[in-house]
């Protein structure tokens, strides 16, 4: 039996478009029923666009923002959405930063308010500097040197890219972040944070004239500000296998099989979404069922391949259960993977992944902060808001023949990286 086409309603995803003069990029989606507003803010900007020797400063800045400005004081952002019954986060990536609110659609002038005054006026000065890197260290220390999860990370991405700079980790490398200035600071946010390299997207329930009128008054004195250079370092072809080893006090092995792959923009990418989904997604995926349930060789597998701008990673995750040697668990996977690469997915299986991907998306997009967060970061990372609004018809034009094609072309030994975490 066919399945049928899971389809979107008209209009879903074609937000009100919308353009300042300073270069801010508006993007509107009203839902007229809805109590509430989300209102998110991508810049284009995350670790890609540091230097050497001055990492961490796009994750430092997420931490920046909270610390005051002007018109609000420390921590006052967050406990005037709260007051409204809302909620405020953020995250830095390789290629974005954004922060995202969510609050009763009557607290949007507030949300309005507060991310202006941030953006016109942020509180940086060597106090608040010094502050913030002592929680930035903090977090470093609980998340990569406590953490084998984030130490096998931070070696595999330094395998993985030996020029670009995702060879660094998002979070900074701890003396990079002791040597920043508070100039160099006031420099990287007059061009990281200006309006020409910001989109905001909300959603939810207001009218968006009003909201267009508004958005207009409030940002449109904001300056445009100096372009922010975009990162040198093409990645030079991978000549062979490449291995780590990373000791920690763990009781068991972890281990990881990686590759580096496309960018998110490149068609291929699309396969790698459905390859890594027929690997790893669920317990009917094919390593989690022979790995974990069938032959005991790992207690956990997980499989990644997230979107970058520049080149990505295929991740395989394992965590090995006790007497169980990392060779066992790497020479069971590579079947897998030399079977995809040559002869492709069986068609169930891509069927099964592609019912999979559609629902995660669907689910996405059922609510108003998870349609803006899609087609928001989609765009960035995807290089148009068309291309962000293609993102179902990218996982049906997958076929068995094309994911064979991405499989063969990324699954080589001769381009692994494998990290191995022991007690």
Known sequence: MTRAALDLPAGLLSPIEARLDNGLAVRLLPDPGSPLVAYQTFFRVGSRNELLGRTGLAHLFEHLMFNGAARYGPREFDRLIESRGGRSNAYTSWDVTAYHEEAPADALDLLVDLEVDRLSALRLTDESLASEREVVKEERRQSVEDSVQGLIDEELQSLLFKSHPYRWPIIGWPGDLERLSIEYLRAFFAAAYAPSNAALWIAGGFDPDAVLAMIGRAYGPLPRGPALAEPAGDEPPQRGERRAEVRHPVQTVSMVIAFRAPPARDPSSADLDALQAILGFGDGSLLVRDLVHHRGLATEVDVDFAWRIGPGAFVVWLELPPGVRPE???????????????????????ARAKSQMEVALLRELSTGAGRAHALGSGEILLGSLDAARGILERIRRV?????????????????????????
């Open 399 to 423: 076929t068995p023949r094309s994911a064979k094609a991405a499989a063969a072309a990324t699954f080589r030994r001769d381009a692994a990286c494998v990290v191995v975490a022991r007690p």
């Open 328 to 350: 066992q668990a790497e020479a069971a996977v590579w079947p897998h993977l030399s079977r995809l690469a040559d002869r492709g997915p069986e068609p169930s299986h891509l």
